[in-house]
């Protein structure tokens, strides 16, 4: 697509998203030293007030405006419209609960919700990208104040620990993306997705061996975003140690833009080589399939439980990947619809952790749940169906992401990955169920039984993912109708 520098008033509109969030990111760290007070719920206000309107603009800019940006540099599609939504809707129900959560560790508010608004921009950045250079600027600008949310706590170490982590091998992995995209442009001369599946489609087409090197290189760069394995080393150190609200927004947020790219660069860009691809993803699904689901079960810290079933369902996407290339829409529309399943029933879950885990973290452990049945039974009840959606039980969103997704690997004949996804979600219930037990069979210990009772935030960033939860267990097709006229434009 040939590049269009003029900027016209169409551009601004598709753009729009991101220049709220950063305008309101900005303003938010002006105004911190103004308000000066830990426990302002102005900032917290201000963030819900800018995600809302930039989820209303991202709305606004696809029915009215739809196509390429910036000379073919974004593309605002059904495709990006999905993603954007999800990514502000994952940050809405991570300021929710932040309110009661910066409060209880005395923690600064502005730069907390100034840094989420730069992240949630960056990725909505990603996932409109129409050129690899737009992609990486996305992923530095969500990643670096990923980075810094993850040490939020300044003076717990467990924090800095993993923020640290995440920095360097986070450094790592986008090197490793920044080095694909030079060999691509080397051997094709551009960087535009569209630009670059002309060429290798063409009667010049590069060399397979540097092709097939670009593609391996990014896709160590994305797989690492994704935390599939083998490059998920970092998830359960990062997750643990970073504030429970940050490890709920990393869980969601960061893994469905980097998903968002993965499906467009992959589905775009190296659609002519995907005999080459396929094979590594299918790779990358098992493994991340079977270490995440046996690893959480020897878990006794509920976030390092839920860091590795992180793995496990950036593997079941995974598996959405490697049949896409041959049922395109079906591979494609189920891992989207898995994704937006999977960021509120996760969210959710992490948001009860971050109820139970007081002052400092310190309940962080399964066995600190027990008798949260007697004591919260609405908080009990709200973990209960997040965590039956997580295994896949029927009438929850769940449920239906699994069906989708091993649907498409069984069309694509992807038989044994099926089978295996299917042993592996058995084992799941194992773990996800050992929770329930606890909470509702055991007695109630010290930390259950000195919580004090949810705030308003928290209740409704429980029970609105509870009710999308359901809400896609029931009526799945609204989202995946959507999802799959979505998906053939990558086609």
């Not at 994952?90 to 989420?116: D, K, M, N, W």
């Not at 600027?137 to 003076?155: F, K, Q």
């Not at 973290?361 to 004591?375: C, M």
Request: contains cysteine.
């Amino acid at each position: 697509m040939p590049a269009n520098p003029t900027f016209n008033l169409d551009d601004l509109i598709r753009f729009l998203p991101e220049i709220i969030l950063t305008v309101m990111g900005t303003l938010l760290m002006v105004l911190d030293p103004v308000i000066n007070k830990r426990s302002s719920k102005a900032f917290g206000n201000l963030s819900l007030l800018a995600l809302v309107a930039a989820g209303a603009a991202a709305v606004f800019a696809y029915t009215t405006k739809a196509g390429p940006a910036f000379g073919g540099m974004l593309m605002v599609d059904g495709f990006a419209t999905f993603f954007r939504v999800l990514v502000m809707v994952v940050g809405i129900l991570t300021v929710l609960p932040s309110y009661s959560f910066l409060t209880r560790q005395e923690a600064e508010t502005g730069e907390f919700h100034a840094l989420l608004l730069f992240s949630i921009a960056g990725q909505s950045i990603m996932v409109a990208a129409n050129e690899l250079i737009i992609v990486f600027i996305g992923l530095e600008i969500s990643s670096i104040a990923s980075y810094v949310l993850a040490g939020y706590l300044r003076d717990d170490k467990r924090a800095n620990e993993a923020s640290v982590k995440y920095f360097l091998l986070g450094s790592f992995a986008t090197a490793f993306f920044l080095y694909g995209v030079a060999v691509i442009y080397g051997c094709t001369g551009t960087i535009n997705l569209t630009a670059v599946r002309t060429a290798l489609t063409g009667q010049d087409a590069p060399s397979t061996l540097f092709v097939g090197l670009a593609a391996a290189l990014m896709f160590v760069g994305l797989a690492f975003k994704v935390s599939a394995a083998p490059f998920q080393v970092w998830a359960p150190d990062v997750y643990q140690g970073a504030p429970t609200p940050v490890a709920a927004f990393l869980s969601a947020g960061p893994k469905a833009a980097a998903f968002a790219v993965f499906l467009r660069i992959f589905m775009t860009a190296f659609e002519p080589i995907a005999h080459g691809w396929e094979p590594i993803v299918w790779g990358s699904a098992l493994l991340s399939m079977i270490i995440g689901n046996f690893a959480a079960l020897l878990q006794s810290n509920i976030k390092r439980m839920l860091a590795y079933s992180s793995v496990a369902h950036a593997g079941y996407v995974m598996v959405a990947l490697a049949a896409a290339p041959t049922t395109p829409n079906g591979g494609i529309g189920a891992a989207m619809f898995y994704l937006a399943a999977y960021a509120l029933m996760n969210v959710g879950a992490f948001a009860v952790v971050s109820y139970v885990s007081g002052r400092g973290e310190r309940s962080t452990s399964i066995d600190d749940l027990a008798g949260l049945g007697q004591r919260q039974p609405m908080m009990a009840a709200m973990l209960t169906i997040f965590l039956l959606s997580l295994i896949g039980v029927p009438l929850t969103g769940g449920f239906f992401g699994k069906f989708y997704i091993f649907r498409s690997a069984l069309e694509s004949h992807l038989v044994w990955l099926t089978v295996i996804g299917l042993l592996t979600s058995a084992v799941a219930a194992y773990y996800y169920l050992r929770v329930l037990v606890v909470m509702y069979m055991h007695e109630p210990t010290e930390a259950t039984s000195k919580i004090d009772p949810p705030s308003l935030g928290l209740r409704a960033a429980l029970i609105l993912p509870a009710i999308g939860t359901l809400f896609l267990g029931i009526f799945p097709n609204w989202v995946l109708d959507f999802a799959d006229r979505s998906a053939s434009l990558l086609k």
